[in-house]
């Protein structure tokens, strides 16, 4: 049975006599869980979870030896699993322990990967400091990555020859970067592929064998996940490429294999053999090392193997429950022997934390370290809400991950497909056609229905339409396609905040700690002449010397302004990078600027840094090809005068080792502080350019990243801002509202023609045909909703009536688009209305604008708190329309609310 709960008090943990001798025990009680899906079969599992008595009562869980030292980490508050417990009675109550069998897994949904466990048993200090640092550009890397994809590549059945020509192709940019030349590289995988050749052709002589490439595995049970990188007759085969000259394999690489064991037994596997393949060994001369040369060395895994790599994923995930830093004494690794040591003496120094190795250099100035400390909690935070992600995989049904959209399910699937290399494409037929946050380009989970338990592997979408295509290693028969949560996006903000910290030039954190005041340069020269504002945002960029800030409300020719800017830079010789939170910002700000370089520099000076399904179509020709001749990609990428890239992409390694003049960040009140300074770090001085009367950064967490550092540097250093006033986009009524609210009443009509824009301008379009509630471009219709929360089918029908009114004074459906405040009524509102018409949340309307907008508040009875959660949301929404706005709403609820009793007033005008 197993035993799962909330820790609900303080641990006892002592020494007994027993008939075996001393023992000793942790008495932990703990408030069993009452979820019923608690009981499904774990591994190991022999069924049933303890439902005690009406599932919420204190019980008692008696941890027993090594156990206890799970137990010293166990706060009131923490998940437990115990697993094949027995179950004891104690003066009346029913009480738990651990048996031989048991394992005892703290916080089990907190997936610690396989690296992290790897890290932390060479030392916890090492795990710590990679989280800070990243995995940074360097041969052994590359060359490591590059020999393991090829291990895969020959699994697949792929030639030899051929897959190391085409993966260092693939590689062309890295290579380059690091000065390598291909003759050199193939040479050397050649050499390490040689080991793995002959294993496999050991393997191939028996009959019942069965192995398969790279794969990912999560145990909900143990709480760990990772990618291990063959399995052979169910077992762990895990690649190094370096040297073991030992019989038996290194210690750190049997505790990696063991985790794949555990991870393996989830998936209904019995292993006990692991198998580790040293590449190195077999490219060794006989006659200069003397040991074990044979490459492939297999172990034995016991039952304490096993059980000692759970408590180091115990250790981890208690640490990172507890927001704590490691010191490195927790092991008893040597610091002296460490090639990490000096990096951990710095490291330790400048942020004046406790380590075995010690500490050199002066600490960062108090408030450095107080900021350090604030934002290591917030995106540390950030990183458990993204395992929480994880969790909901198996703790949500399908259907409850659909209603989510992070799942399509009931996919049919239709054909598999072999592609070169030995990958497969997959297709399948989208039954259901429903809503979800799956794009082109993401990777996800495909499985055959469940992402956890049953076949699944990490796939990239290339079409998804009524007909899905993926491609992934191995050919799953899938029928539903899973968000894969990943945390590279939080691996990459806890890096660029470390980087600005501790490499961030003096001057730099003085101004972004308000100890200076930003400095100018006069400029005399006039860049743009219609338009005052938008002219001084081009000055300050240009003139900066630090930093400047360009607030944009809606509609003011942000995009513009970027471009004229960067044109003024590159001009003056400049190397600018050209970074914005999204993709589409990105490509828009790309496309605008290509524009103002027409004449100013060659095309190829300026190079789009992404993958191919993230960028836009046309901006293709820009992308920056990573396969190829390593000298000629780089040369590519260092001739390259602008460089364009989003701000996750900035954090990349290949974009880490490039610098720029000045950075230029588009959406900046949509970036978290450490999001934005992935994009600044890589500049001498920087513009951002954005509105905090927007939406705010996306993130899962409520902390201290939720606040843009735009925001933030608005307020500190306001000599550095500038707003621009005019718009190009409203009807003069229909900005009133958003210019009172949110702009002080500052924002105007950019020209007359704007001001008086109307339906009446578009061809074919009549307003007359329109009923006369609607014929003013903004206009209330009052709706007494159904009084469900989240949805509201009458506002739902009212709105599919509208835009028939709209479509018969002359409208195109594409012209119109409908903003709700919850995906439920965007789900309903979709039914009701025709597909060409666009409906979606604010948040996806972001950055767009159309000629009629219809926004449904779905708000009935009394309202409770603001439906849009946020006013910002508010502000985007009434600020989408050129022509037209109708609100559709409750008046009765609405009034309840000042904001939106105000908006009523003006409305209703
Ligand atoms: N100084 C100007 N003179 C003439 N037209 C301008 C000027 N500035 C901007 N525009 C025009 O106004 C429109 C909106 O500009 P732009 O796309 O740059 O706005 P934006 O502020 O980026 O919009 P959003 O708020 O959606 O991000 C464009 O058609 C652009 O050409």
């Known amino acids: ?84 417990a027995k179950e004891e009675e104690y003066q009346g109550e029913t009480q738990y322990a651990t048996t031989g ?152 690489d049997k505790v990696q294999a063991a985790c794949y064991a555990l991870l393996l037994e989830e998936h209904g596997g019995d292993v006990d053999i692991g198998t580790l393949l040293y590449t190195k060994n077999s490219a060794l001369d006989r006659n200069e090392e003397t040991g074990d040369l044979t490459p492939a060395k297999e172990f034995t895994m016991g039952d304490g193997l096993l059980k000692y790599v759970v408590r180091l994923r115990n250790e981890i995930a208690a640490m990172e429950t507890a927001g704590d830093i490691p010191t490195g004494y927790e092991a008893d690794a040597k610091c002296e022997y460490c090639f990490e040591q000096d990096t951990c003496m710095v490291v330790s120094g400048r942020l004046d934390q406790e380590s075995k190795a010690g500490q050199i250099g002066q600490s ?17 935070d950030e990183r458990r809400e993204v395992h929480r992600e994880y969790a909901k995989l198996w703790e949500q049904t399908a259907e409850e991950r659909a209603d989510d959209d992070r799942a399509l399910i009931d996919l049919e699937f239709l054909e598999k497909r072999p592609l070169e290399g030995g990958r497969w494409e997959l297709r ?60 590279l996006t939080t691996d990459r903000l806890l890096v660029a905040m470390h980087d600005a910290l501790l490499k961030g030039d003096d001057r730099r954190k003085e101004i972004l700690f308000g100890r200076a005041k930003p400095a100018f340069d006069t400029i005399e020269e006039t860049f743009i002449d219609n338009n005052d504002r938008q002219n001084e945002a081009v000055t300050k960029a240009v003139g900066a010397t630090d930093c400047a800030l360009i607030h944009g ?80 990609r780089v040369a590519t990428l260092q001739n390259a005068q602008v460089v364009a890239a989003t701000t996750s992409t900035c954090g990349s390694r290949v974009m880490k ?50 606040e843009s550092l735009f925001e933030r540097l608005v307020d500190l250093h306001p000599e550095a801002g500038v707003m621009l006033d005019r718009q190009y986009r409203m009807n003069q009524r229909i900005q009133a509202f958003a210019s009172n609210e949110f702009y002080d009443g500052q924002l105007r009509p950019a020209t007359p023609d704007v001001a008086a824009r109307t339906l009446d301008d578009l061809e074919g379009v009549s307003r007359d045909r329109l009923p006369e509630s609607l014929q003013d471009p903004v206009s209330f219709v009052d709706v007494e909703g159904d009084r469900s929360q989240y949805t509201d089918s009458a506002e739902a029908a009212r709105i599919a009536a509208l835009i028939e009114a709209y479509e018969a004074a002359g409208l195109e459906r594409s012209e119109i688009g409908v903003i709700a405040p919850f995906r439920a009524q965007v789900s309903e509102i979709s039914t009701h209305v025709p597909d060409d018409v666009a409906v979606d ?9 159309q000629e009629v907008i219809v926004v449904s508040f779905t708000a009935t009875g009394s309202l409770e708190g603001p439906i849009f959660e946020d006013y910002r949301r508010i502000n985007v929404a009434l600020t989408r329309p050129k022509r037209a706005l109708v609100l559709v709403g409750d008046a009765a609820a609405l009034a309840s609310d000042p904001v939106y009793e105000r908006m009523l007033e003006w409305a209703r005008r």
């Not at 951002?688 to 009367?693: F, I, K, S, W």
Request: charged share 30%; net charge negative.
């Open 1 to 84: 049975m197993h035993v799962r709960g909330t820790v609900a008090g303080e641990v006892d943990v002592r020494s007994v006599a027993t008939s075996y001798g001393e023992s000793e025990l942790a008495e932990v009680p703990l408030r069993p869980a009452d979820d019923a899906r608690n009981g499904e079969s774990p591994a190991r599992g022999d069924g049933g979870t303890a439902t005690v008595a009406d599932g919420r009562e204190t019980t008692t869980v008696t941890l027993w030896n090594k156990w206890t030292e799970s137990a010293e980490l166990l706060e009131p508050g923490m998940e437990l699993l115990v697993t094949n």
């Open 101 to 252: 069998d048991s394992y005892v897994v703290v916080e089990p949904s907190f997936l610690v990967s396989v690296t992290s466990i790897r890290n932390w048993v060479e030392c916890p200090r090492l795990y710590y400091l990679n989280k800070l640092s990243g995995v940074p550009l360097n041969y052994p890397v590359v060359k490591g990555t590059l020999v393991h994809e090829v291990f895969g590549d020959l699994l697949r059945g792929r030639d030899l020859e051929e897959s190391i020509e085409a993966r260092v192709e693939e590689r062309g940019l890295q290579l380059g970067l690091l000065g390598e030349t291909p003759a050199a590289v193939k040479e050397e995988i050649r050499e390490n592929a040689t080991a793995i050749e002959g294993w496999l052709e050991q393997g191939r002589l028996t009959e019942e064998d069965s192995w398969r490439s790279e794969q990912l595995l999560i145990s909900e049970t143990f709480g760990i996940r990772g990618r291990a990188d063959a399995v052979r007759r169910g077992a762990p085969v895990e690649l190094k490429t370096g040297k073991n000259l030992k019989k038996e394999p290194r210690f750190k």
């Open 364 to 380: 960062l100035p108090d408030e450095e370290l107080e900021y350090f400390d604030r934002f290591y909690r917030a995106i540390e």
């Open 428 to 487: 399948a037929h989208n039954t259901g056609g429903a809503n979800s946050k799956l794009r082109e380009g993401d990777l996800v989970l495909a499985s055959d229905g469940d992402p956890v338990r049953g076949s699944s592997e990490l796939a990239r979408i290339e079409r998804l339409d009524d007909e899905i295509v993926i491609t992934a290693d191995e050919p799953v028969e899938v029928t539903r396609l899973d968000v894969y949560p990943s945390e």
């Open 553 to 632: 409300p809606p509609g003011t020719g942000k995009t513009y302004t970027i471009a004229r800017a960067i044109r003024a830079m590159v001009e003056r010789g400049e190397r600018v990078l050209l970074s914005a939170f999204t993709n589409r910002a990105v490509d828009n700000a790309l496309e605008a600027l290509l524009e103002q370089l027409e004449d100013v520099i060659d095309e190829d000076r300026v190079v789009r840094v992404g993958s191919e399904s993230g960028i836009r179509d046309d901006m293709e020709p820009y992308r920056l090809e990573r396969a190829g001749d390593p000298e000629d």
């Open 657 to 706: 080792e490039q610098a720029f003049d000045v950075a230029l960040v588009d959406e900046a009140a949509q970036l978290t502080e450490p999001g934005t300074c992935a994009a600044i770090n890589l500049a001498e001085r920087f513009v951002l350019v954005g509105d905090h009367e927007q939406l705010p950064p996306v993130v899962r967490a409520e902390n201290d990243l939720t």
């Open 841 to 849: 949340t604010v948040d996806r309307f972001q950055g767009s604008s």
